[in-house]
C-alpha cells in the first residue's frame, strides 16, 4: 500500500504521493521535483538581466544535495549562493561565474549536506504572490539555504577566489 504523504529527502518538505520519479540529478522527491519544474517555468519567464532562475536554480541544488548529485552540481550551486550573499552578484554574474570555473579543470569534492535543512523550501517561494514578492522570496530562500552550509563556508570561498578576483 503506498503512503499518502512522501518526505523529500533533501528539504524535508511533506507532500502528497503522486507517485512520481525521483529525479537523477538531485536528492529530492518527484513531488518536490514537480514544485521546482513550476518555479522554473517562472524564473524562466522572467529573463531580465537580474536572471533569478539561475538563484534558484543554485538554492535548489544546494537544498537537494547527496544521493546521486554529482558534486560538481554541490559545488556549483554553493559557489553561486555564496556569490549572491556575500558579494552581491546577480543570477546573470554567477552564471557566468560557472561558466568561467567550468573551462578550469577541477576535480570537485564531495561536500556534506547540512544535518538540518534550510528553514525555506522551494514551497514557501510558490506561497509568494508571482512579481516582486516571488522574487523577494527567491532571495531569502538563497540567503536561508546559504546559511545551512555554514560547515563548508571556508572550502566554498576559497573555490570561488577565481571569480571573486576576476
Not at 504523504?5 to 513531488?31: D, T, W
Not at 535543512?117 to 527567491?138: C, F, N, S, Y
Amino acid at each position: 500500500m503506498k503512503s499518502s504523504i512522501v518526505k523529500c529527502p533533501g528539504c524535508g518538505l511533506m507532500l502528497p504521493n503522486q507517485s512520481y520519479a525521483e529525479p537523477p540529478r538531485f536528492h529530492a522527491s518527484g513531488e518536490c521535483m514537480e514544485l521546482y519544474n513550476e518555479l522554473s517555468l517562472y524564473t524562466a519567464s522572467r529573463g531580465h538581466e537580474q536572471f533569478i532562475h539561475q538563484l534558484a536554480l543554485d538554492a535548489y541544488g544546494a537544498q537537494h544535495s547527496g544521493g546521486g548529485t554529482r558534486p560538481i552540481t554541490t559545488a556549483f550551486s554553493l559557489i553561486g549562493l555564496y556569490l549572491v550573499v556575500e558579494h552581491g552578484f546577480t543570477g546573470r554574474q554567477v552564471q557566468l561565474a560557472h561558466m568561467e570555473l567550468g573551462r578550469r579543470k577541477s576535480d570537485w569534492p564531495e561536500l556534506t549536506p547540512p544535518l538540518s535543512p534550510a528553514a525555506m523550501t522551494v514551497q514557501d517561494v510558490l506561497q509568494a504572490e508571482a512579481g516582486p514578492k516571488r522574487d523577494a522570496a527567491i532571495q531569502d530562500w538563497v540567503r536561508s539555504v546559504w546559511a545551512s552550509w555554514a560547515h563548508v563556508r571556508d572550502w566554498v570561498k576559497e573555490a570561488a577566489r577565481p571569480v571573486v578576483q576576476a
